[in-house]
């Protein structure tokens, strides 16, 4: 992934496609942070059967860039499930974050290995690749802001 340092805002690049690059590192990092030193039944853990697991957080958003990417781009078949929301007990925290760097690196693989950020997407009409990573940005903060308050909630951590 796009080297980010902890806690840090992405610094101004000359060109696009680096910035949008870190700054959706930057928000996927403060996702990851929520899971600091949480287990398995912890990560599942939703307020009265409310919000979304951490765990199903970090499945969503991984399924998210996999469908905007693969699909709209490579045009390959995807496939959207609510059960991404509530993963399988044999998915497990370490499987979910290895799948959500694994993800993250080839998006970004692609996203530097086209010319423009004007490819247009083929999943949707009107959308270009700029287009898509904006959308990843925001998907991604607003996931990230939900992680906070379902953290706080699960044992009053806040911040980073």
């Given amino acids: 992934m796009s080297d980010v340092r902890k806690g840090e805002l992405p610094s101004g690049h000359a060109e696009d496609r680096e910035l949008l690059l870190d700054w959706l590192a930057f928000l996927r990092e403060a996702v990851l942070r929520k899971t600091d030193g949480l287990d398995e ?7 009265e059967g409310r919000l979304i697991s951490l765990l199903g957080i970090i499945n969503h958003l991984t399924h998210v ?11 390959e078949a995807v496939t959207r499930s609510e059960e991404e929301f509530v993963p399988d007990p044999g998915l497990t925290l370490e499987n979910a974050l290895g799948r959500y760097r694994a993800r993250a690196a080839s998006t970004e693989s692609f996203v530097r290995s086209v010319p423009t950020l004007r490819l247009p997407c083929a999943r949707q009409q009107g959308t270009d690749l700029r287009w898509v990573l904006l959308h990843l940005i925001n998907e991604t903060a607003r996931h990230a802001g939900h992680a906070d308050a379902v953290r706080e909630l699960l044992d009053g951590v806040t911040g980073d």
């Fill in 41 to 47: 039944n912890e990560v599942r853990w939703r307020p």
């Fill in 65 to 75: 860039e996999w469908r905007w990417i693969d699909g709209g781009f490579r045009n």
